[in-house]
């Protein structure tokens, strides 16, 4: 049928009229409560090792994706829907790569709260397409040298160095049981810079195997080594500490000294110990009992946690690999508070990675409630540790466990940046 001229008319006012109330609704953002609108969506990834025959972190991924749930149920970040990518990393250096790769790929605007030992193969790609590295683990020491990136802890160098400050008082003889690789070789003269401290003599180096199916041999050294009375052995393997000091406990005449007040007493740092750990061997009965912990956060029942265990408990879904106790999962909710403070200093309808990278460079405060120190990554906020240099977190908790629970056995933060100065 054809169009008559009223008719024409009136559908060319609606036409009109729709798109002006569209060309309203564009100028006006968001509506409260929801994502995306006019703002585009914001794309990072996290990535982490899982089922592998070392260290696996599971949870900082899941943790991700939980941070993500929450937000974009209350609207998204400054309206912006955060898209959260996940990727094994394997424990591989082809496992970084490729996830690396996959950000680029995928455009994300930065890579947040991962694990990965294998910094030389994940940075490059990064860099070359100027995505940031925000709250890596510590554990890789490009962490600490790249440009490109902003952590959010003093990583194993601090506390490493700061449990050999807190071991000084306590212990005679340390046996120091590490990783046989490139990354271990580093432990001994962080362990030593502490203990120097207290005009102490240096850690008895035991390197192991990072993998083994058992310990028995180096847990043997090891209480040899650091002798009786006021003698330590502390393990920093990753996920085989326990495996160690499992290897460690059935030593010949262990169980007998375990009752002794003089008997060789031992420790580790967070992330070779956690809670999750303890609750695993054994609670109270753990072989942990009684242990020294270095760790970078607040004891995981610190009122400071309260609004992560919160978002975890409404969004987490029963996901049992996201554990507030657990060091990645803690490590993971730091770094997306970061992401989540820049992006809505920024207010911009679109989020690039240059836009978050140079926001941090010019010096952003991130307030992390307590959790740490405020973050702030200018030039003059870091530490200059040679292998270390963008350290900007420079403190570290001392715990022990007691009754199954990880406890502070002093209060507060220790301030460890002197002493990973010091290191050779």
Same mark, same amino acid.
């Given at each position: 049928?054809?169009?008559?001229?009223?008719?024409?008319?009136?559908?060319?006012?609606?036409?009109?009229?729709?798109?002006?109330?569209? =060309?309203?609704?564009?100028?006006?953002? #968001?509506? /409260?409560?929801? *994502?995306? +609108?006019? %703002?585009? @969506?914001?794309?990072?990834?996290?990535?982490?090792?899982?089922?592998?025959?070392?260290?696996?972190?599971?949870?900082?991924?899941?943790?991700?994706?939980?941070?993500?749930?929450?937000?974009?149920?209350?609207?998204?970040?400054?309206?912006?829907?955060?898209?959260?990518?996940?990727?094994?990393?394997?424990?591989?250096?082809?496992?970084?790569?490729?996830?690396?790769?996959?950000?680029?790929?995928?455009?994300?605007?930065?890579?947040?709260?991962?694990?990965?030992?294998?910094?030389?193969?994940?940075?490059?790609?990064?860099?070359?397409?100027?995505?940031?590295?925000?709250?890596?683990?510590?554990?890789?020491?490009?962490?600490?040298?790249?440009?490109?990136?902003?952590?959010?802890?003093?990583?194993?160098?601090?506390?490493?160095?700061?449990?050999?400050?807190?071991?000084?008082? =306590?212990?005679?003889?340390?046996?120091? #049981?590490? /990783?046989?690789? *490139?990354? +271990?070789? %580093?432990? @001994?003269?962080?362990?030593?810079?502490?203990?120097?401290?207290?005009?102490?003599?240096?850690?008895?180096?035991?390197?192991?195997?990072?993998?083994?199916?058992?310990?028995?041999?180096?847990?043997?050294?090891?209480?040899?080594?650091?002798?009786?009375?006021?003698?330590?052995?502390?393990?920093?393997?990753?996920?085989?500490?326990?495996?160690?000091?499992?290897?460690?406990?059935?030593?010949?005449?262990?169980?007998?000294?375990?009752?002794?007040?003089?008997?060789?007493?031992?420790?580790?740092?967070?992330?070779?110990?956690?809670?999750?750990?303890?609750?695993?061997?054994?609670?109270?009965?753990?072989?942990?009992?009684?242990?020294?912990?270095?760790?970078?956060?607040?004891?995981?029942?610190?009122?400071?946690?309260?609004?992560?265990?919160?978002?975890?408990?409404?969004?987490?879904?029963?996901?049992?690999?996201?554990?507030?106790?657990?060091?990645?999962?803690?490590?993971?909710?730091?770094?997306?508070?970061?992401?989540?403070?820049?992006?809505?200093?920024?207010?911009?309808?679109?989020?690039?990675?240059?836009?978050?990278?140079?926001?941090?460079?010019?010096?952003?405060?991130?307030?992390?409630?307590?959790?740490?120190?405020?973050?702030?990554?200018?030039?003059?906020?870091?530490?200059?540790?040679?292998?270390?240099?963008?350290?900007?977190?420079?403190?570290?908790?001392?715990?022990?466990?007691?009754?199954?629970?990880?406890?502070?056995?002093?209060?507060?933060?220790?301030?460890?940046?002197?002493?990973?100065?010091?290191?050779?």
């Amino acid at each position: 049928m054809p169009m008559t001229g009223r008719r024409l008319t009136s559908l060319l006012t609606h036409v009109t009229t729709a798109a002006a109330g569209a =060309s309203l609704l564009a100028g006006c953002g #968001v509506l /409260p409560g929801a *994502t995306g +609108g006019s %703002r585009e @969506p914001v794309t990072v990834m996290t990535w982490a090792p899982d089922q592998t025959r070392a260290t696996n972190m599971p949870g900082m991924p899941a943790m991700a994706q939980t941070y993500a749930r929450w937000v974009n149920a209350g609207g998204g970040i400054d309206g912006h829907e955060l898209r959260v990518l996940t990727c094994n990393e394997q424990n591989t250096t082809a496992g970084a790569a490729a996830c690396a790769r996959r950000a680029v790929r995928e455009k994300a605007v930065a890579v947040v709260g991962s694990y990965s030992q294998n910094g030389r193969a994940f940075m490059a790609p990064l860099e070359a397409a100027g995505i940031p590295y925000i709250g890596g683990y510590g554990i890789a020491e490009d962490e600490f040298t790249s440009p490109l990136s902003y952590p959010v802890n003093g990583g194993v160098a601090a506390l490493v160095a700061g449990h050999g400050m807190q071991l000084a008082g =306590s212990c005679d003889r340390v046996s120091l #049981v590490r /990783p046989d690789t *490139t990354a +271990g070789d %580093r432990l @001994p003269e962080l362990l030593d810079s502490g203990l120097h401290k207290a005009s102490h003599r240096g850690a008895v180096d035991i390197p192991a195997q990072e993998d083994a199916a058992e310990y028995t041999e180096p847990a043997d050294r090891a209480r040899s080594r650091a002798g009786g009375e006021k003698g330590c052995v502390t393990a920093v393997l990753g996920e085989r500490t326990q495996t160690f000091f499992d290897s460690f406990r059935r030593l010949p005449g262990q169980q007998e000294e375990k009752r002794d007040k003089d008997s060789v007493r031992i420790s580790s740092v967070l992330g070779s110990v956690d809670q999750p750990v303890i609750d695993r061997t054994g609670g109270p009965h753990s072989p942990f009992e009684g242990a020294f912990v270095t760790g970078w956060y607040p004891e995981a029942g610190d009122k400071s946690w309260a609004p992560m265990r919160k978002v975890i408990q409404e969004y987490a879904f029963a996901d049992n690999r996201v554990d507030p106790a657990d060091a990645g999962v803690q490590t993971t909710w730091i770094a997306y508070t970061v992401l989540k403070e820049v992006i809505e200093s920024l207010q911009q309808d679109t989020i690039t990675a240059e836009d978050i990278s140079h926001s941090l460079d010019r010096g952003e405060r991130i307030d992390t409630g307590g959790l740490t120190p405020s973050l702030r990554w200018k030039y003059e906020d870091m530490l200059g540790a040679p292998g270390f240099t963008r350290i900007v977190n420079r403190e570290v908790t001392f715990q022990v466990v007691r009754q199954g629970r990880l406890v502070a056995q002093k209060p507060g933060f220790v301030d460890v940046g002197e002493t990973v100065l010091s290191a050779p």
